[in-house]
């Protein structure tokens, strides 16, 4: 069939084959995780989303290929993550394509496979050596994809916005200094050049205040004025998206498009997680931010962008450790039915009633209010030396655990990084994502001071 021109059309016709066409090729997406013993098989959640939902598009954070199987032939979008280790020996040519030929290609067109993530979250939580070996990464799976007349697939990895100095108000927000000109510089000129998006994960949930509650999950306020952008935030979101484009800028990569690999809420948390976790406010975020999706609008510096977006999460996952709240980012229960409804469902599909899920009851906290960083239980000790470097890399104060220091002894790499990475928790400002080093780190309300050994609190 020969193309079309919409503009050789009526003008009423043209806007409805142009509404149309947005419509076809531009839906929300969501995150799909795997870490439950309870969840549907891949082929029922590919069949689910298409007949059931408006999810056109869907991350994982692996190359599984029993999930590749079940989403061919489904028109389905899917990007897939390259495992963090894998970075190193992808900068060898050979081992990318070699890489390609096994993970992806089986499966390509039939899976209509739109991004390739090379790792996930690499510049906050590290090691070094994977932050140095990053672009040349990404430079060789593109090539990679080229060598094998791949052109459709973008290159990409995600960010979690500690790659920012500061972020409020957006006009003066930068990158870290050093991740700057020596990482972020040339990854963004890799983007420019291949034409794909930058990729951030923001989450207004992690800055979440009684003070502020309205303004980080879409409610009406009266917004935040930035005075030297002379520009009016209405929401959280938005204030998130525009201190990376300003950042951006002062690299001068403004032109560089950008997207959102994670973004989402918890419907249900421990008690010392409210009032934040609750499923009114998880509705009113992800409810808020498919509405500003749908409606087109950009941010008050960038009012026509539309960013692609990925919703964490699609389901409860009960296998997730840390708090409570980890095991509740999905919108759906592992039976399909909505935890909420934020209007993906297609009609007829019925949402579930929001009414609050019952908390159980839980044992009061050591010290009511106080949270500390540890390493999860099954965190490794290459993990968690991996930590300890990059901690006290930062020029926080590892003293205490060297020889002669109160918390030297007991003499492990588990007991040394529990008290670096608290260290770093607290003086990062106790955000949530502060304790995640790359999945190995968990939050505790239970004080693990011993002897002279005295955690920040």
Known sequence: MAAVSLFRLSPPLAAVLLLSFLAAVQSIGVNYGTLGDNLPPPA?????????TTIDRIKIFDVNPDILRAFANTGILVAVTIPNGEIPGLTDAGYAR?????????FYPATKINYILVGNEILHWGPQNLRDNLVAAMRSVH???LLSGIKDIKVTTAHSLGILESSEPPSLAKFRPGWDTGVLAPLLQFHRETKTPFMVNPYPYFGYSPENANFSVFHPTKGVFDKFTRRTYGNMFDMLMDAVYVSMMKLRYGDVEIAVGETGWSA????????????ANAAAYNGGLVRKYKSGRGTPLMPRKRFDTYIFGLFNENLKTGPLSERNFGLFRPDFTPVYDIGVLRQGTAAAPQQP???????APAQEGKKWCVPKPDATDAELQANIDYVCSQGLNCQPIQPGGPCFDPNTVRAHASFVMNTYYQSEGRHDFNCDFSGSGVLTFTDPSNGPCKYVS
Request: aromatic fraction near 8%; charge should be positive; proline fraction near 12%.
């Open 44 to 52: 029922q959640v590919a069949q689910f989303l298409k007949e059931k």
């Open 98 to 106: 070699r890489w390609l030929a096994a993970n992806i290609q089986p």
């Open 143 to 145: 090539q990679a994809l």
């Open 268 to 279: 249900l948390g421990e008690s010392f997680e409210q009032p934040r976790c609750s499923v």
């Open 357 to 363: 899920v019952p908390r159980p009851a839980l044992p």
